[in-house]
């Protein structure tokens, strides 16, 4: 288990039934987790000073239930020297999953100890926590995903954070397609981010199920990479994708100097347990 380091404005304050009890910045969320399947020492939701609770709907999906007046549902976080804009979403979220902070942490040191100027592909980039990290460490990155939305708050993270955004390309497009293009166009790029979601639909209904597509994404991202790589990073929050599978993916589909291991990454929590929260398979090359 790889654990997230240096997190000084968020933290797991318990865990049980369910359920996680977080600080964020000034906020107290309790959220569902589904790995989560032990009791908890104490009932969450006796705990004190709780602002908002995601309570999940009987039809699907949920909705935001706040235990006091003027909550702020959007706030800053901090990580090193980073900074996150974050906003009470939907679906649980906030906009960052504060467990990547150990993929981060080892991607600035690679870019860093390159010694050259590194490209950076992220997919599904999200809100870009990722791609600030990378760029922040000297990178040029291309941060892609979907969402107008998110791609936007990635744009507003590297401002947020002092960066600058010479080097910095955002597209909202379909990943598969994207990379597709970029392979036409003979672009490459020295370190790949693969972040893809467990499953989801295309704008013309098509369906992406991780443990039937993560095989073909792999493979065509690999044709990406430049001819002196750097890195490829694959994370998976599909509870059935064991780390082993995910390494077996890469080394398949990788060139044979690729440095593979995988392994599970997590969150101390106040109580004293460690919180799976996924898993990530990573490439180092000679």
């Not at 006796?46 to 039809?59: F, L, N, Q």
């Not at 036409?184 to 039937?212: C, H, M, Q, T, V």
């Not at 060139?255 to 969150?267: K, N, T, V, Y």
Request: aromatic share 10%.
């Amino acid at each position: 288990m790889r654990i997230a380091p240096d997190w000084t404005e968020y933290s797991v304050i318990a865990t049980g039934d369910g359920e996680k009890l977080e600080k964020w910045g000034n906020l107290t969320l309790l959220r569902p987790d589904p790995q989560i399947i032990w009791r908890a020492e104490k009932p969450l939701r006796s705990y004190k000073g709780i602002d908002a609770v995601y309570e999940r709907s009987a039809t699907g999906g949920g909705r935001w239930v706040f235990k006091r007046p003027n909550v702020e549902t959007e706030f800053v976080l901090h990580w090193r020297e980073l900074t996150f804009s974050l906003k009470l979403m939907g679906f649980k979220h906030t906009g960052l999953f504060p467990e990547q902070a150990v993929n981060w942490d080892r991607m600035q040191k690679l870019i860093k100890g390159a010694g050259r100027k590194i490209s950076v592909l992220n997919l599904f980039g999200y809100t870009g926590a990722a791609s600030v990290a990378c760029k922040s460490a000297g990178a040029d990155v291309c941060h892609v995903d979907g969402a107008k939305a998110m791609v936007e708050r990635a744009g507003e993270n590297i401002r947020l954070s002092g960066i600058d955004s010479a080097g910095m390309r955002y597209i909202i497009d379909d990943c598969f397609k994207f990379c597709a293009r970029e392979l036409r166009r003979g672009r490459k790029y020295d370190a790949i981010i693969l972040d893809p979601p467990s499953f989801g639909r295309g704008p013309n209904g098509e369906k992406w199920k991780i443990e039937e597509g993560i095989s073909e994404l792999v493979d065509l991202v690999a044709r990406l990479l430049s001819d002196n790589p750097l890195f490829v990073c694959l994370n998976s929050y599909t509870t059935g994708l064991q780390p082993a599978v995910m390494a077996n993916v890469l080394k398949l589909a990788l060139p044979s100097d690729a440095r593979i291991d995988s392994d599970e990454i997590g969150l101390p929590t106040q109580e004293g347990l460690i919180l799976p929260q996924g898993c990530t398979a990573f490439a180092e090359f000679a």
